[in-house]
């Protein structure tokens, strides 16, 4: 047998036992699973591949699917971690027993709204929480009476059981539950609502802090204040909040170590890097 075949065998074994031995340590690892909000997805990921990448004995896995999702995922014993962008509701913790869910405040929002880049070049750069419900109710519906252009107002919202939804209709429609007619499109999460206002030039959403950074839509200033960090967090920003995870009675132990991990110096360095805004 020749030596370069011998070689090549040779390495195809030694990458056959490394490869059994990174899935047998996959398979050992305790498993932590963390699903919910699309406004704490993009940081939970980057969190758990760092905290991944630096330990083998736990494996984080995120997903999204919506605070609501999250929150129900987790009581009913379906998820260990719910992410949230809001806080849980009372009826919530009355379904899954009053007491038992654990609040981790993990960071800053605040929810932006945005509009196409056309419409923010024609010079609509700023919308009072008057202007923005009459837009949401259906009163307002072509940008002309914003000092904008003769166009039609794309708006698009949140879907039921978003967090970032129950947060905009409490602070600008007045309850969590108003009715909002001149919603043109519902988005299933934030990238959703990004891609819709980036792909339209008439549109206008609301979206996450992280999201809303971006140089292809235009952020407005809402009731004459920017939703900058600074803003966000001193809470001068209107549309501040708070981002959460919740486990349904105390965590896990692996649970906890991933949560230890979001909340020290290296878990909110990692936040600070995404877009987020640390504590």
Request: charged share 20%.
């Amino acid at each position: 047998m020749a030596c370069g075949e011998k070689m090549s065998k040779l390495t195809i074994a030694l990458l056959v036992v490394l490869c059994i031995g990174s899935l047998a340590t996959a398979l050992a690892a305790e498993k932590v699973t963390a699903t919910g909000s699309t406004t704490v997805l993009p940081l939970a990921e980057a969190e758990a591949e760092a905290f991944n990448d630096q330990q083998t004995d736990i494996q984080v896995t995120v997903t999204g699917g919506g605070t609501g999702a999250g929150i129900t995922a987790a009581g009913e014993g379906r998820a260990d971690i719910a992410m949230a962008s809001r806080e849980v509701k009372d009826s919530e913790r009355t379904k899954y027993s009053k007491n038992n869910f654990q609040q981790f405040f993990i960071g800053y929002d605040g929810i932006v709204v945005a509009v196409s880049k056309p419409i923010y070049e024609a010079g609509v750069k700023a919308i009072t929480k008057d202007q923005l419900k009459k837009i949401y109710s259906g009163e307002i519906k072509n940008w002309k009476e914003l000092n904008g252009p003769d166009k039609d107002i794309y708006a698009i919202a949140r879907e039921d059981g978003s967090g970032t939804r129950d947060t905009f209709n409490e602070l600008v429609m007045g309850s969590t539950t108003a009715e909002t007619p001149g919603v043109a499109t519902v988005a299933a999460g934030n990238a959703e609502v990004k891609t819709a206002i980036v792909g339209s030039d008439k549109a206008i959403g609301y979206l996450g802090f992280s999201y809303a950074e971006s140089d292809d839509l235009g952020a407005l200033k809402y009731e004459g204040v920017n939703p900058d960090p600074k803003n966000i967090k001193t809470g001068s920003y209107p549309l501040a909040r708070h981002l959460y995870f919740y486990t349904f009675g105390q965590p896990t132990a692996s649970a906890q170590k991933f949560i230890d991990f979001v909340l020290g110096s290296d878990g909110q360095k990692i936040a600070d890097e995404n877009g987020f805004i640390p504590l």
